[in-house]
Each structure stands twice: as C-alpha cells, then as structure tokens.
C-alpha cells in the first residue's frame, strides 16, 4: 500500500481538507413574494421560480 514520504504540515492538510467542507447555499430575493430562496430553484413560499 502506498504511505506519504513526509508528514504534511497544519497548513497544508487544512488547505486539502478545505476542498470537503459543504459550501453555503447561495441564496436571493424571490422576485414574487419577497422572501429568501435558494438560487435555482423553487421558492419555498409562494411555489414559483
């Protein structure tokens, strides 16, 4: 089985763990009913895109 030749460094396994971690959902104004959505996709509230 392949075994890392060094130790990484804090910084460096942080910055490649970066890359996992779950991103935020973007989120906007529905132009219909005022209220916050996911962008792309149906409103919560009023059920329109």
Sequence with gaps: MPVPKR???YGRKRRKLQH??????????????GA??????????CGKY
Aim: hydrophobic share 20%; net charge positive; proline share 7%.
């Design 7 to 9: 130790k990484l460094s």
């Design 20 to 33: 996992k971690k779950p991103r935020r959902p973007q989120t906007v104004k529905c132009r219909h009913c």
């Design 36 to 45: 916050q959505k996911i962008a792309h996709r149906l409103c919560l509230d």
